[in-house]
């Protein structure tokens, strides 16, 4: 390009109208670099100026050495699904500088470290080369920490050139490194380098600003792993035993770190209310939580799918043997090892049927992280009420990812341990009770806890089949009985799970079912199918057992599509075999590449469905 | 009829209850198996020790020897998991209340073939279990065939002869770094039972290979799980008697002749010296003897080893003196005030 040709190009650049609080920036590194803090630190400094903003990692499964990319959304609307456009980008990996080259759309912004020397061939963009090597020179910083800091650089510049408040970003490290000065400093000092650089070489050129809002007010920031993890604290947990497994492994270890802050004993603060123990492997995890379940403890596990493949004998004995146990399955892709740190929403029919003869297990889908901690604590309570496992399906999405949600609620009711006898009530059942006999026509029994020393008490816990005296029992009508009171206990479940979020679009044909982290893009689909002149319902499943509003809703349109991120329409399967009356309704948008669903890929599918 | 002749009919322990307090339903398996002698010693073991049959909880995995609880203690709670997969159901319900022991019947497919995993692991743990391993070399179940424990070269009505190299329970038990390991003969019931007594003392887990012969399938005279071969081929270490806390030593024994092992609960084992004198406290000794054993072709009985000092799963998880499945809500979820606090912990 001539020199007169480039200053053109630079006019329709900045003579572009600004874009404010309203695009995705996209950082490529390699993995196990320390992009991670800098990612989050973009992220929360993002929040604490009040805009409404999402962050997902977006990583290989690998310690160190891969490329990985981090996208941040920033939306003034607060939409926060994953966006396929990418405004910004940050190109730190020579290995994929080409690629994330590519991917910035035209008149977007490519920041990227200046020794990588590869060809910028694309004329169409705002290229920020950052002067790395250079500043992280300049700083006195441990040699051993340099490559970690470096990622800092891209902080400072991209706060310059979009607007970042650096009060911000000190609070974002102040938190990032727990208030401890030396760290904060360091990093700090780097950013605040790289931002006075950037403002004296580098002249703006693309559209993209930020600025401040009040949007973020009332809202935190956290990931459904953490929140999961709190809840189920909340809920009075006892005892959870797991193995680790991305990516689920940070639930366990949520749990580590804060019940010594939550739990201290009012009457002996010197001991534990608690156990957290790592299994060997997955199981023996279920089966230390079974046992904890069986013995009156509040327990649970958390794993993702290869772990709750191995844990589905267990899974079933426990559904059989009426014993409450909580399974926390945050989902990645499969089948196989697949896609071990990317999301998917592929084991909803395989956790339901899970176990083998007949069983139907309760099952929970929280859709925000706020969710995932309400039901951290409401899957105790119904497990031990409905005396079975209860099953918790997140993914790595909502699981890892830090999402602005609300506020942890403290829980409203009491915590409910079920149909439990202790000794004086045992005395008062006399002669009426049996371990496996119905007395309230529910399906639930009365169940006794090892350590109660009434010598009626004790009762055999058995996988074989067994009479309602929890004796071992081949009798046909006593097997066909037993079974069909674990039916109705499931209907009985219908009562006690949370119900689904509906919302009625009156007068339109089109109705959106679905679960989960995919709320965010089907939401914004959903505005996107408005503009066009599209009305359309919404209900997002919270449980199974499906309620009859799910029923009704279902009834009140013409054509209803079941949007999930898996291949063969899993909830659709469900719903088509509990609903078989309404299958003709139900169509399926099925979508798995291990990539968060986009609000763009909703809109399309539903629009080639819909032939618009 | 005067009271003293009640009392005859219906003798009592010091906690009050008749040996049939003791019992499980009718046993299942066959006429002359191992396990029901078994059975029956731990009967007799409870019984003796005034044991309230409450304060235990039973487990099993699956198999023959698993399908045991049933057959005795029906006042205890008792859990029949899965196959191999027994110790971490033991391992999670044994947190629920501290003040409950552990006894738990398994196999030795059970144990070392699908669930070896699971003993070792609960082994370095150290449950505080009673771990019964009833050792017989099949499977009882599924009609004969091989088990992990079988001898090389054994011949097998309808199996033909078993290629591989057996695994030795009790050794495994040693090098998993179990805290007490003995073995014992189905038949020679006494040491049995006095083994279940000081096994039920120990603050910790305790491994019991008893080897028990299945009268069906694996009882030739050549199997080392055999009555016959058990009978002509058992060497024990010692001549073992279990002495209950606060009770005085009535064995007769000369000076110098006799062992002492006080127990975590102020019992004592006292281990007659046959052949030798053997200590059951020094770990290389115990893998010593049991090669030894195997070379000599010795059915080698009685307790191997002991570490009295190894703290159990629950001394390391310091819990409340309430048990933990008797905690009321104030003390198992947080106070309301604190979730603020919490939210100001996230970002």
């Not at chain 1, 749990?255 to 002996?268: A, F, G, H, S």
């Not at chain 2, 012969?213 to 008697?241: I, M, Q, R």
Request: net charge negative; proline share 5%; hydrophobic share 40%.
């Amino acid at each position: 390009m001539s020199a007169v040709q480039i200053q053109e190009q630079e006019q329709v650049l900045t003579e572009q109208k600004a874009v404010v609080n309203d695009f995705s920036i996209t950082v490529g590194t390699v993995n196990g670099s320390g992009s991670q803090t800098s990612n989050l630190t973009i992220l929360r400094s993002l929040f604490r100026m009040g805009i409404p903003v999402s962050g997902k990692n977006l990583f290989p499964s690998n310690i160190q050495g891969l490329p990985t990319w981090y996208t941040i959304r920033v939306n003034k609307d607060g939409y926060l699904a994953r966006r396929e456009e990418q405004e910004i980008m940050v190109a730190m990996n020579q290995a994929t500088f080409t690629q994330d080259l590519k991917a910035v759309i035209s008149g977007g912004a490519f920041f990227y470290s200046d020794d990588i020397k590869l060809p910028v061939i694309r004329d169409d963009i705002a290229v920020y080369p950052m002067a790395v090597k250079q500043l992280v020179r300049e700083v006195n910083v441990p040699a051993a920490l340099r490559d970690y800091i470096a990622n800092m650089v891209y902080v400072g510049v991209l706060s310059q050139i979009i607007g970042i408040d650096l009060d911000k970003i000190f609070q974002a490290l102040n938190f990032h490194f727990k208030g401890k000065t030396k760290p904060v400093d360091m990093n700090f000092e780097i950013v605040r380098n790289s931002f006075d650089w950037a403002k004296a070489n580098l002249a703006k050129q693309d559209p993209y600003l930020v600025e401040p809002m009040k949007a973020t007010e009332g809202f935190i920031m956290a990931d459904g792993n953490t929140a999961a993890a709190i809840g189920a604290i909340y809920g009075g947990l006892h005892f959870a035993a797991w193995y680790p497994i991305t990516p689920a492994t940070s639930l366990a270890e949520s749990l580590l770190e804060y019940l010594p802050i939550l739990r201290k004993d009012p009457l002996q603060p010197s001991r534990n209310t608690y156990v957290v123990l790592q299994a060997e492997d997955e199981l023996a995890a279920i089966g230390m939580s079974i046992g904890a379940g069986w013995a009156g403890l509040r327990s649970m596990t958390s794993t993702s799918g290869p772990g709750l493949s191995l844990m589905a004998e267990y899974a079933g004995l426990a559904y059989y043997a009426e014993v409450p146990v909580v399974i926390w399955d945050i989902q990645r892709v499969g089948p196989s090892t697949g896609l071990p740190t990317r999301t998917a929403q592929g084991d909803l029919t395989f956790a339901h049927f899970m176990g083998h003869g007949d069983s139907q297990h309760v099952i929970l889908l929280p859709g925000s992280v706020d969710e995932c901690f309400e039901f951290g604590w409401k899957a105790l309570d119904l497990a031990e009420r409905l005396q079975a496992p209860v099953l918790v399906l997140s993914d790595l999405d909502l699981g890892m990812n830090q999402w602005m949600t609300n506020p942890f609620k403290y829980p409203d009711t009491s915590i409910d341990r079920g149909k439990v006898l202790w000794e004086s009530d045992i005395e008062k059942m006399r002669g009426e009770w049996a371990r496996y006999r119905e007395i309230d026509g529910d399906g639930i029994t009365y169940r006794t806890i090892p350590g109660n020393r009434d010598p009626n008490a004790a009762y055999f816990t058995r996988g074989t089949g067994h009479s309602e005296d929890a004796r071992y029992s081949e009798d046909p009508v006593v097997w066909h009985e037993g079974l069909e009171r674990l039916k109705r206990k499931f209907e009985t479940a219908k009562k006690y799970v949370p119900g689904p979020v509906i919302e009625k679009s009156d007068g339109s044909e089109i109705g959106f079912i679905a679960f989960g982290s995919t709320d965010a893009a089907i939401q914004e689909a959903r505005d996107m199918l408005a503009e066009k002149g599209v009305q359309t319902g919404y209900l997002r499943v919270r449980a199974i057992p499906f309620s009859a509003d799910i029923e009704e809703f279902i009834q009140s349109y013409e054509r209803i599509y079941v949007t999930e991120m898996n291949r063969d329409g899993q909830l659709f399967q469900l719903l088509v075999v509990y609903f078989p009356q309404l299958a003709g309704k139900l169509k399926s948008i099925a979508y798995t590449d291990g990539l968060p669903l986009t609000a763009k890929f909703v809109y399309d599918a539903l629009a080639s469905k819909e032939d618009f | 009829m005067s009271e003293q002749t009640v009392s005859q009919r219906v003798q009592v322990n010091v906690v009050g209850l008749a040996k049939t307090d003791y019992r499980g339903n009718p046993s299942t398996l066959c006429q002359g198996c191992g396990h029901n002698s078994i059975s029956s010693q731990i009967i007799s073991a409870c019984y003796e020790l005034d044991v309230i049959p409450e304060n235990i909880l039973k487990f099993s995995g699956i198999g023959c020897s698993s399908k045991s609880p049933t057959y005795f203690l029906n006042r205890s709670f008792g859990f029949n998991g899965l196959h191999g997969r027994m110790p971490s159901l033991a391992t999670g319900a044994l947190f629920g209340d501290h003040t409950l022991r552990g006894l738990a019947v398994s196999g030795d497919g059970d144990s070392v073939s699908i669930g070896m995993g699971q003993f070792k692991h609960v082994l370095r743990r150290n449950l505080r279990l009673v771990y019964i391993v009833e050792n017989n070399g099949v499977y009882g179940l599924t009609k004969g065939q091989f088990s992990a424990t079988a001898d090389i070269g054994l011949n097998l009505k309808g199996h033909g002869t078993n290629p591989y190299m057996p695994i030795d329970i009790a050794w495994e038990a040693l090098v998993g770094n179990a805290s007490f390991v003995a073995r014992s003969f189905a038949g020679d019931p006494k040491q049995v039972k006095e083994l279940i007594k000081a096994a039920l003392s120990h603050n910790g887990i305790a491994v019991l290979d008893i080897i028990s012969p299945c009268v069906t399938f694996n009882n030739t005279d050549e199997s080392t799980h055999s009555y016959a071969w058990g009978k002509e081929h058992e060497v024990a270490l010692h001549e073992l008697s279990y002495v209950p806390p606060a009770e005085e030593i009535m064995i007769d024994y000369e000076p110098g002749e006799a062992r002492e092992v006080t127990m975590h609960d102020g019992s004592k084992v006292v281990l007659k010296k046959l052949e030798v004198n053997y200590d059951p406290t020094d770990r290389a000794e115990a893998m010593r003897i049991l090669e030894e054993a195997n070379a000599r072709q010795w059915l080698l009985t009685g307790l191997i080893f002991i570490n009295r000092d190894q703290p159990n799963l629950l001394d390391i998880y310091n819990l409340t003196s309430t048990p933990l499945n008797r905690l009321p809500e104030s003390r198992i979820r947080p106070p309301s005030e604190t979730i603020q606090r919490v939210n100001e912990m996230m970002f």
